[in-house]
């Protein structure tokens, strides 16, 4: 009886686990749909497309194999655009991370106007920089522009930042700097703030007297986790650069200010040649996901999660 019992309830245990299973595929089932058509199904498109001499307009295509491939690492503009998006991320992602964890300390030290100076260097991070653009453009006039009035009061000749070609992907960074301190900022922000303030008390008992002693001994280890998601941010948010770019330069002059995301747009919706711009698209999500891979290999080992 009792073995007739046992088998009565694992059954219907069994049982409950295969509703409860069907339960959480069914609730589920809406974000996987949209996960497929949304993110799934165009990398699968841009895939096969970049097989292909699909040009927009045409209702025809043929499959060329790896000939988009073989033909981006003879193309000048493809390699002068990889180039620069990796000067861009070089300047931006670190002075970028840097600046953040210390206006983040800056803040978290002053307790009066915490929340105001909070709100003043997020602006950027809400701001259109479609509208700012224009306010940059000013600041940066070879002319009018109060950054080269600056330069003159010193008698130093001001460039034309943003219309020489050795001066425009510097001016552009500074931009992208301006655009992800204040995001970096926040999330440094978060970090210290879960930091258990005992540990700066043990840290002065034994012997920690200084705000720097203090900050490498406990500040700087604690912020492990929550530097390499500042790392991982700010290096995609680099490489992704497109909007100042267009707005600004247009990728001149004479390329020195076209990067990845512009040759692409320019390949794809300006020359309609989807095929090879979809060639290109597979090569910088190749570039990110390689990246991610090696600060996760790299970076994960020095974190310690508590």
Do not use: C
């Not at 006039?141 to 600056?150: D, F, S, W, Y």
């Not at 050795?166 to 655009?179: K, P, R």
């Not at 247009?250 to 090879?276: C, H, W």
């Amino acid at each position: 009886m009792s073995s007739v019992t046992t088998a009565g309830s694992i059954s219907a245990a069994a049982l409950h686990r295969r509703s409860e299973d069907r339960t959480a595929w069914l609730l589920a089932l809406p974000a996987i749909v949209l996960l497929f058509l949304f993110v799934l199904l165009p990398v699968i498109a841009v895939i096969f497309l970049g097989f292909t001499d699909f040009e927009l307009g045409y209702g025809k295509f043929r499959i060329v194999g790896f000939e988009n491939y073989a033909h981006l690492f003879s193309d000048r503009t493809f390699r002068k655009s990889l180039w620069n998006t990796t000067l861009y991320t070089a300047m931006v992602a670190p002075v970028s991370i840097a600046l953040g964890l210390g206006v983040a300390l800056l803040i978290e030290g002053e307790l009066r106007a915490r929340a105001f100076f909070r709100t003043v260097y997020f602006l950027p991070v809400a701001s259109l920089i479609v509208a700012m653009a224009t306010v940059w453009q000013y600041i940066f006039h070879p002319t009018i522009g109060p950054l080269n009035a600056l330069l003159s009061l010193a008698g130093i000749p001001g460039p034309n930042w943003l219309g020489a070609s050795n001066t425009v992907l510097y001016s552009l960074s500074i931009i992208g700097v301006w655009q992800s301190v204040g995001f970096n900022m926040v999330l440094f922000l978060a970090g210290l703030t879960a930091i258990p303030r005992e540990l700066y008390a043990a840290a002065e008992v034994d012997g920690a007297k200084s705000a720097l002693d203090r900050f490498f001994l406990v500040t700087w280890p604690m912020l492990g986790p929550t530097t390499l998601f500042v790392v991982t941010i700010s290096i995609t948010n680099a490489v992704k650069v497109f909007e100042t770019v267009k707005m600004l330069t247009d990728g001149g002059p004479n390329k020195a200010s076209e990067v990845l995301l512009f040759t692409i747009y320019q390949e794809g919706f300006v020359y309609m040649r989807v095929g090879y711009a979809s060639a290109m698209t597979v090569v910088f999500l190749a570039i990110l996901v390689v990246l991610m891979f090696l600060q996760y290999r790299v970076l994960d080992r020095r974190v310690h999660y508590t």
